[in-house]
């Protein structure tokens, strides 16, 4: 059974990993070019690497970063490219890296959910000074180390606390 397989940004397939010397002339680069999905950053960050790694692994890296837009949206992806370029990191582990907080910056902080609220006021009110000038005092003992205190004793002689 043959499979219609939709085409993504510019993924390499199992030939391109095996071979990456068949990236600068493949169809797929030429059509990802033409659609804007391979950017003059990946031409940049890829022209880096092959000068820091020689054109095979050089290549490879790219490659392991184009597999990177599996996981990560394109925009986060060119940002990673463009950081990592910027401080001369040119593996494909610290494009992952920038392009994550990339997303992580574009989304934000996430919140816990917070449970709903019984009354109209969603923060809780202090008391009025009225109130606490009012209260009974607390007559609860202080709180006591005490009982950790024979711990202490119990150290050997042999094994001083650092």
Do not use: C
């Amino acid at each position: 059974m043959v499979l219609n397989r939709v085409p993504r940004d510019i993924e390499p397939d199992e030939e391109l990993v095996r071979e990456p010397g068949a990236l600068p002339g493949a169809t797929a680069l030429d059509q990802a070019r033409a659609a804007g999905r391979f950017t003059p950053m990946h031409d940049a960050w890829w022209e880096a690497a092959v000068k820091a790694h020689g054109e095979r692994d050089g290549t490879r890296a790219l490659i392991e970063v184009l597999l990177l837009s599996r996981h990560l949206p394109h925009e986060h992806l060119v940002t990673g490219l463009a950081a990592a370029l910027k401080t001369g990191a040119l593996t494909a582990d610290a494009v992952a890296l920038e392009a994550r907080k990339a997303a992580d910056a574009d989304t934000g902080p996430e919140e816990p959910p917070q449970p709903p609220s019984t009354t109209s006021q969603t923060a809780i009110a202090p008391l009025p000074a009225a109130v606490r000038t009012n209260l009974p005092p607390d007559k609860r003992p202080l709180p006591s180390v005490a009982p950790y205190d024979q711990l202490l004793r119990l150290r050997r002689p042999d094994h001083p606390t650092p």
